[in-house]
């Protein structure tokens, strides 16, 4: 059974840094790529910044250019997100995606969200 499970989210004051963790279980990690994706409310899901298996940034967004930072340990199966100076418009639910492309077929799961606050 595949898990992904997201922890580190809460309440920080804008200008603050919190560093969210998504542990990963049922899968063979390495061969994932991991990406963060976020939802406020009301909102689309957007992505927040991705890493290869290799450890390279597939993609990011300009909101969180300079701020917020993935990396990975394949030993611990965990991939993180810090994010730092943050601001109310990051305020969202946090979600941990893990994704493998295959010959005939693409491999995708889900976390189920940590909430991340941003307020005075």
């Known amino acids: 059974q595949v898990q992904l499970v997201e922890s580190g989210g809460g309440l920080v004051q804008p200008g603050g840094s919190l560093r969210l963790s998504c542990a990963a279980s049922?899968?063979?990690?390495?061969?994932?790529?991991m990406t963060w994706y976020r939802q406020a409310p009301g909102k689309e899901r957007e992505l927040v910044v991705g890493?290869?298996?290799?450890?390279?940034?597939?993609s990011q967004a300009d909101s969180v250019k300079g701020r917020f930072t993935i990396s990975r340990d394949n030993a611990k199966n965990t991939v993180f997100l810090q994010m730092n100076s943050l601001k109310p418009e990051d305020t969202a639910v946090y979600y941990c995606?893990?994704?493998?492309?295959?010959?005939?077929?693409?491999?995708?799961?889900w976390g189920q969200g940590t909430q991340v606050t941003v307020s005075s």
């Open positions: 049922g899968i063979t990690f390495i061969y994932y790529t």
């Open positions: 995606n893990a994704r493998r492309r295959e010959v005939f077929t693409t491999r995708e799961y």
């Open positions: 890493i290869t298996s290799g450890g390279g940034m597939t």
